[in-house]
Nanobody, 127 residues
Framework: QVQLQESGPGLVKPSQTLSLTCTVSGASIATDYYYWSWIRQPPGKELEWIAYVQNTGSTYIDISLRSRTSISRDTSKNQFTLRLSSVTPEDTAVYYC???????????????????WGQGTQVTISS
């Protein structure tokens, strides 16, 4: 059973960098064929996909966030990390790390595409 757990600060000041880490158990991010993604759900809005990293190390970031987003992994710790810079209150959301066997950008806002979920972590951007 694949399990994911998010960790990171719950409160970040505007203009700072948000860093969230996902720790994976029950699968290897280096060898198991999944798309390891970060997604978020702002209050009152739909699910938004942010970025993924594959077992190969390949990454893909949503174009709307690409200029201030990075995703990386630490295979020795079986973790992958999201960094979002220059945050604003519009980045306030529940952030989830997820795993999916397939990925279609057109379905990236559909929660049914994701096979495994972390519990989610609330991140608030406020001074």
């Amino acid at each position: 059973q694949v399990q994911l757990q998010e960790s990171g600060p719950g409160l970040v000041k505007p203009s700072q960098t948000l860093s969230l880490t996902c720790t994976v158990s029950g699968a290897s991010i280096a060898t198991d064929y999944y798309y390891w993604s970060w997604i978020r759900q702002p209050p009152g809005k739909e699910l938004e996909w942010i970025a993924y990293v594959q077992n190969t190390g390949s990454t893909y970031i949503d174009i709307s966030l690409r200029s201030r987003t990075s995703i990386s992994r630490d295979t020795s710790k079986n973790q992958f990390t999201l960094r979002l810079s220059s945050v604003t209150p519009e980045d306030t959301a529940v952030y989830y790390c997820v795993a999916s066997e397939t990925f279609r950008y057109s379905d990236s806002g559909n929660r049914n595409m994701y096979d495994y979920w972390g519990q989610g972590t609330q991140v608030t951007i406020s001074s």
